[in-house]
Antibody
Framework: EVQLLESGGALVQPGGSLRLSCAAS????????MSWVRQTPGKGLDWVSS????????YYADSVKGRFTISRDNSQNTLYLQMNSLRAEDTAVYYC?????????????????WGQGNLVTVSS | DIQMTQSPSSLSASAGDRVTITCRAS??????LAWFQQKPGKAPKSLIY???SLQSGVPSKFSGSVSGTDFTLTISSLQPEDFATYYC?????????FGQGTKLEIK
């Protein structure tokens, strides 16, 4: 059974930093691309960042580029999102998501599983 | 960026009804489109990938189709557990983009 368990969400002041983690189990982690998707309370879904199975390729939304860093430790089956220079508009529930393939080609980029979500609140 | 225009934004229906939700892409995305269901306070659930392929464990009452840049999610024989918000998402190219969502409510 695929399981994705996020952690690290917290209340942080504007300009602060936070690292989210997503512990994966139930599948061969290194074979699949992973993403972070966020949702502002009461609003829609917003893609944040993706990483290929090997970790060699990373992608970011313009709104977080230069501030957030996605990474993965395939030996620990864990996905990370390092968030720096946080702003009030980064306040959201952050979901990690597993893709159906390695993510190198479009066919492998569809999402099949989601974590339960982790709340990040940026406020003074 | 590819814009995904989803309609309607809300929809009222009765148990047993058949409903259709549409997503239009601002440019060609082949069939790289997914549909998700989200209930209040819960994580999204994947329903369909590649426009018309059901994710494992998803009942066949859900179906997807494509015509050019227009994508459709059809839900037949609505049951109480189907009332939720539905999102489309294109994954043909980065940045991935979602539709604004369709809230399916009980009439």
């Amino acid at each position: 059974e695929v399981q994705l368990l996020e952690s690290g969400g917290a209340l942080v002041q504007p300009g602060g930093s936070l690292r989210l983690s997503c512990a994966a189990s139930g599948f061969t982690f290194s074979s699949y691309a992973m993403s972070w998707v966020r949702q502002t309370p009461g609003k829609g879904l917003d893609w944040v960042s993706s990483i290929s199975g090997s970790g060699a390729n990373t992608y970011y939304a313009d709104s977080v580029k230069g501030r957030f860093t996605i990474s993965r430790d395939n030996s620990q089956n864990t996905l990370y999102l390092q968030m720096n220079s946080l702003r009030a508009e980064d306040t959201a529930v952050y979901y990690c998501a597993k893709h159906i393939g390695s993510g190198v080609t479009p066919a492998g980029r569809g999402i099949d599983y989601w974590g339960q979500g982790n709340l990040v609140t940026v406020s003074s | 960026d590819i814009q995904m225009t989803q309609s309607p934004s809300s929809l009222s229906a009765s148990a047993g009804d058949r409903v259709t939700i549409t997503c239009r892409a601002s440019q060609g995305i082949s069939n790289y489109l997914a549909w998700f269901q989200q209930k209040p306070g819960k994580a999204p659930k994947s329903l369909i990938y590649a426009a018309s392929s059901l994710q494992s464990g998803v009942p066949s009452k859900f179906s997807g189709s494509v015509s050019g840049t227009d994508f459709t999610l059809t839900i037949s024989s609505l049951q109480p557990e189907d009332f939720a918000t539905y999102y489309c998402q294109q994954y043909n190219s980065y940045p991935f983009t979602f539709g604004q969502g369709t809230k399916l409510e009980i009439k």
